[in-house]
């Protein structure tokens, strides 16, 4: 069973809240915000009547604003407004890949934070429901998907936390998670 140390060990890294090669995609990022005890990962239910990506599973986030210095600025205020977690920067601990989503043309970098602990958290309208999963067992859920229409831009990966099935760009950024736990 990993702790918090580790995965703080294992994610560390590099911030650089800029995406370079990206006019052709809408610019957005997301908060991966890992926690406690037993490493837990928050994770959002989007509603059903969101224009973009209704009723998924996916980090807390969403595009940048003009007002938003840069990518990072972008998660924090997202995390924010969406769950009601405050983050200060120093609390960020590294960035993953980005990520695109296929129909909606969003280009997403992630950034993890690690927190000992959190208070309770708050959804906005933007927000169904907030998810606590246990993030080692999410981990051992993936499955490969071999679904052509995915593979034109990145294998297609799948999650799963009780009844609900975690795809798409945010499948994607928990394969990276789980390919540096892994390596």
């Known amino acids: 069973m990993m702790n918090l140390e580790q995965f703080k060990s294992i994610l560390t890294g590099k911030i650089n809240p800029e995406i370079a ?3 052709s995609y809408r610019l957005s990022s997301v908060m991966v915000v890992i926690y406690g005890k037993t490493p837990s990962v928050i994770m959002i239910e989007k509603p059903q009547t969101m224009k973009f990506h209704a009723g998924e599973i996916a980090f807390p986030g969403g ?7 840069d990518l990072l600025a972008t998660a924090i ?4 407004e969406e769950i009601g977690l405050k983050i200060s920067s120093e609390n960020v ?3 993953l890949e980005p ?3 296929l129909n909606s ?3 997403i970098l ?11 958290l708050v959804a906005n309208s933007e927000v169904e429901n907030i998810l606590h999963i246990e993030l080692e067992k999410l981990l051992e859920t993936i499955k490969d998907d071999d679904d052509p229409e995915h593979n034109r831009i990145d294998e297609m990966f799948t999650f799963e936390f009780e009844d609900k099935i975690i795809w798409g760009a945010s499948a994607r950024i928990l394969k990276q998670i789980h390919s540096r736990v892994n390596s």
Do not use: N, W, Y
């Not at 595009?63 to 210095?69: F, L, N, R, Y």
């Not at 992630?110 to 309770?120: A, G, S």
């Open 93 to 95: 601990i590294g960035q």
């Open 99 to 101: 990520v695109v989503t």
């Open 63 to 69: 595009k940048i604003d003009p007002e938003d210095s």
């Open 21 to 23: 090669g990206s006019a």
């Open 110 to 120: 992630p950034f993890v934070c690690i927190l000992d602990d959190i208070p309770k």
């Open 105 to 107: 043309r969003f280009m």
């Open 77 to 80: 205020r997202e995390t924010s």
